[in-house]
């Protein structure tokens, strides 16, 4: 799984790169399944490119989501509802990272109240000049970081499942 993370990272800032109208969704597509093939070493795998969204399975089940705009399908970390998501990344075994922007820093503040709550071991808050940091572990083992950036109000949050 950890190939695949790679692959979608190389594919994502290479398709940053691209500019261009309805060629550049082609070369897109095929540039990435190429790349995710070889990285991964493994031509049995289904790749779908659909937008700003890239989903990949492996033959073992495996599936890894990245580039989406919607709150992924999670049920530890309750979802922000302020901003706009720019990107969410799911790796189907609970594992996400989601990144806002447009967010108010007392909306930050008060999810963060509220993720206290459900998130209180193994706590740690951290403040300095460009961004504010809330880490922490639930009863179940799962973690959460929620990270603000003040210069560009952006907001990342990071889930990591209990492993079972």
Do not use: H
């Not at 070369?27 to 969204?53: L, P």
């Not at 990344?89 to 909306?107: F, P, S």
């Amino acid at each position: 799984m950890k190939k695949l993370s790679v692959a979608l990272l190389v594919i994502l800032l290479a398709c940053s790169l691209l500019t261009g109208c309805g060629v550049k969704e082609k070369i897109e597509q095929k540039v990435g399944e190429k790349v995710i093939e070889e990285i991964v070493g493994d031509e049995d795998v289904d790749i779908d490119i659909d937008g700003d969204k890239i989903t990949v399975k492996g033959k073992d089940g495996e599936t890894l989501t990245m580039g989406g705009v919607e709150w992924p399908d999670i049920d530890y970390i309750p979802e922000f509802k302020k901003g706009e998501i720019i990107s969410a990344a799911n790796d189907g075994e609970g594992n996400v990272m989601i990144i806002l922007e447009k967010v108010d820093r007392n909306d930050f503040e008060d999810y963060v109240e509220g993720i206290k709550k459900d998130f209180p071991e193994e706590t740690n808050e951290m403040q300095v000049e460009e961004y504010l940091l809330f880490e922490g572990k639930n009863a179940k083992g799962a973690k959460a970081v929620i990270q603000y950036f003040i210069n560009d109000n952006s907001l990342t949050i990071i889930g990591k499942r209990e492993s079972e």
